[in-house]
T-cell receptor
């Protein structure tokens, strides 16, 4: 069966420090991968999505970047965090041609 | 661009009663999918129910059912026999029919279930 792993679960980082959040999917090939951010009590905002290795589409211009170095690995990064980067980050995947999204358990990021 | 609107920031229901959460969406496409997701305090996103736009029959999953009105672009969620475990944030979401399309979410409805 397919599973999605996301880590770390919680992260507290100082302003100006780098960020790396990782997401991996098991049990499938060629997934579509997504990074969402959720502010407290609000809906989810799509940040990046990828349909293949090295293929990244950005939805919102910001301080963050994404990479897909392997088929089932999706990384969210920042060189210098801002206070406004705080939030809950969710990774998700869908099968190629499928329409059901499966979400990871999320990372709660607090920038101090 | 597609938009999803949930006009009820908060709703409450008595245990064992029925509650309906509202959702409207705006699109010019004919091929799309609609979803309801549940987010409990753990913040894990859990798929509750989904509806293909080409299907006229409303989807049902046990105590959860939808009222899909395509012409009105309305997609409400009905929860019957509400349970304490149903308390959560509920999000309505839209996805275009094309491969690789992303989900667009509404702002959510916080559901409280009173014992």
């Amino acid at each position: 069966s397919q599973t999605i792993h996301q880590w770390p679960a919680t992260l507290v980082q100082p302003v100006g420090s780098p960020l790396s959040l990782e997401c991996t999917v098991e049990g499938t090939s060629n997934p579509n991968l997504y990074w969402y951010r959720q502010a407290a009590g609000r809906g989810l905002q799509l940040l990046f999505y990828s349909v293949g290795i090295g293929q990244i589409s950005s939805e919102v211009p910001q301080n963050l970047s994404a990479s897909r170095p392997q088929d089932r690995q999706f990384i969210l990064s920042s060189k210098k965090l801002l206070l406004s980067d705080s939030g809950f980050y969710l990774c998700a995947w869908t099968a190629r041609g499928g329409y059901g999204y499966t979400f990871g358990s999320g990372t709660r990021l607090t920038v101090v | 661009a597609q938009t999803v609107t949930q006009s009820q920031p908060e709703m409450s229901v008595q245990e064992a009663e029925t509650v309906t959460l509202s959702c409207t969406y705006d699109t010019s496409e004919s091929d799309y999918y609609l979803f309801w997701y549940k987010q409990p305090p753990s913040r894990q996103m859990i798929l509750v129910i989904r509806q293909e736009a080409y299907k006229q029959q409303n989807a049902t999953e046990n105590r959860f059912s939808v009222n899909f009105q395509k012409a009105a672009k309305s997609f409400s969620l009905k929860i019957s026999d509400s349970q304490l475990g149903d308390a959560a944030m509920y999000f309505c979401a839209y996805r275009s029919g094309g491969s690789g399309s992303r989900l667009t979410f509404g702002e959510g409805t916080q559901l409280t279930v009173n014992p």
